[in-house]
């Protein structure tokens, strides 16, 4: 690094560490800091569209963007790497490669699966978690079709899919299957009806915070296209062939599982000494760690407490995003002096896709969508993301509206 510029260090390449290392480099001319943003791939997806790539419903590298393509490595350090453990005393990040010090750090490493203690979960289940997990179920699915199609006296098992849990990415997973599963069926010359999607859920009701009236018609879109639910009931046991759920333990055989129930932050945040709450950080209203005024965490490696509920705002794209503005601001005023801003966040409305073009939400204080609208309405806030990102040559390249 050069002279005595501010070292700040970005790591994770997701929606809070892009959106984050894009804003330093609007808060900062080249000669004020050096900004260096470290990931494992050289590539940002689109978590919230794994579960299209996972159904099979889009093409993988429609969920990817390239780094370079969108961050300008002639102001930003790419570092393609991976982070082993962050030395909070000594103010450096250990990669598997080498070793960064940073002045200023953005924790931004994502998330990763949290199974609760459920036996064989961890060994049996499948995941969205990352481009290649999702790949991974979409071979898997389409493989037990291969497999069903031919063997002689197939088990019937093997065109059975289980999801576990029905908030955000289950009930959205579900509705790409719904959608992906009869093209599979024309594919393989197999009835739709030898095909069984079940979905698992702890709580009574999928989708916990969302209308009455959205929830109905949400459930009522997937038992149309074949979805079935098993709500109120939890899953006590994963085996490599099936799940043993609820009081009465019963077993169902299945050929692929995959879960969708929880998440954590990444490992490396606990185990470099960080405390975790829940799986998460409870960070500051400025989005500071505690006991640490130089090292920001966001997205879902934090939990930022709502003042007005008293609960932490559950960790989604869009809080990801707005954390970046805030972030980026609170490290400029950190170097040059001011108020550090705290985070509010501006609910824009939230719309889960059902498959296909349906969809349901809320939008603009609360308006309801459903069908048509809501999916539009959900194509144009994954556009706007891409926007803000990369402008419009990157929603012509990757967004839902292009038109080619």
Known sequence: MIGNRPKIVVLGAGYAGMMTTKRLTQQFAPEEADITLVNKHNYHYQTTWLHEVAAGTIDVNRSRIMISDVINTRRVNFVHDTVVKINKEAKTVQLENGEISYDYLVIGLGFEKATFGIPGMEEHAFSI?????????????????????????????????????????????????????????????????????????????????????????????LEYRGIEFKLGTMIKEVKADSVVVGEDEEEIKA?????????????????????????KVNVDATLLAPGHDEVFILGDCAWVMNNETGKPYPPTAQIAIQEADVCAHNIKTMIYGGTLQEFKFDDKGTVASLGGSDAMGTVFDGNKLYGMQAKVMKNVIDDRYLFLLGGPMLVLKKGKFRPF
């Open 129 to 221: 978690q990352s481009v290649d997990t999702s790949r991974m179920i979409r071979d898997h699915i389409e493989y037990q079709f291969a497999r069903y199609r031919n063997q002689k006296n197939p088990d019937p098992s093997m065109l059975t899919i289980v999801v576990g849990g029905a908030g955000f990415t289950g009930i959205e997973f579900l509705g790409e299957l719904a959608e992906r599963i009869p093209l599979l069926c024309k594919k393989y010359d197999i009835p739709r009806q030898d095909v069984k999607i079940i979905d698992v859920e702890a709580m009574p009701t999928i989708l916990p915070g969302f209308d009455e009236e959205l929830l109905s018609y949400a459930k009522e879109s």
């Open 255 to 279: 050929g692929t599982i995959v879960w969708t129930g929880g998440v954590q932050a990444n490992r490396i945040v606990g185990e470099s000494g960080f405390e975790l709450t829940k799986g």
